[in-house]
């Protein structure tokens, strides 16, 4: 055991930076470091980000998109977009991506996640019960299932397909060509995503 080591206040501030996606424990301590040092104002003004964020922002109960408490959703308010079409995404995040390509004008739906039997995420644990609800609400003819193309996300791709290849007059499409086999959206550039959505194939 080490004759000495970090106040207890700074340990625990170092644990929970190790919680974070992407953080491991050098990093971690580097930037609880930082933060007790030069860097204070900026931690403070970081922590009143994160305040801010926490107790501002809230997630559309339609597509699952970030918005401002008590204000409607941009996307799914926005007239101008084609209520025919829904692009099934993993998380919020892959939202902003294809977004940025200007190749989608339909709605979108994040499910929170992807099937993994071995995490144990079912699809109870997902918003699928939400999207069945909306394609069986609205008149929507297409259904653009927007997945990572590694295990986790083929599965969920083919459960989604086989839920909606019974509804008549529906079409469940695949972003094709273009993706990294086993890679998600957040990895893909802009030109690489545009031809993924021009290039989708249909599912079942």
Not at 23 to 42: C, F, N, Q, T
Not at 104 to 130: E, K, W
Not at 159 to 178: M, S
Request: a negative charge; one cysteine or more.
């Amino acid at each position: 055991m080490p004759r000495i080591a970090y106040p207890e206040p700074i340990l625990r501030l170092i644990s929970g930076l190790k919680s974070l996606p992407g953080v491991g424990p050098r990093s971690a301590e580097r930037i609880a470091v930082w933060m007790l040092g030069g860097g204070k104002e900026k931690a403070d003004a970081i922590a009143q980000a994160i305040t801010e964020a926490r107790e501002g922002i809230a997630r559309c109960e339609e597509c699952g998109f970030f918005l401002l408490q008590e204000n409607p959703c941009p996307l799914c308010s926005d007239p101008e977009r084609q209520g025919d079409t829904i692009c099934v995404v993993e998380q919020p995040t892959d939202i902003l991506p294809i977004e940025r390509t200007g190749a989608f004008t339909g709605l979108y739906h994040a499910l929170g996640g992807r099937l993994s039997p071995l995490d144990n995420v079912t699809p109870q644990d997902l918003r699928i019960s939400p999207l069945i609800s909306r394609v069986q609400k609205r008149r929507v003819s297409e259904v653009i299932l927007a997945l990572g193309s590694d295990v986790e996300g083929e599965a969920t791709a083919h459960y989604l397909a086989g839920i909606f290849r019974e509804k008549e007059g529906l079409q469940v499409t695949r972003l094709a060509q273009g993706l990294p086999a086993g890679g998600g959206l957040e990895h893909a550039d802009e030109l690489t995503l545009l031809r993924a959505l021009d290039g989708r194939r249909g599912m079942g």
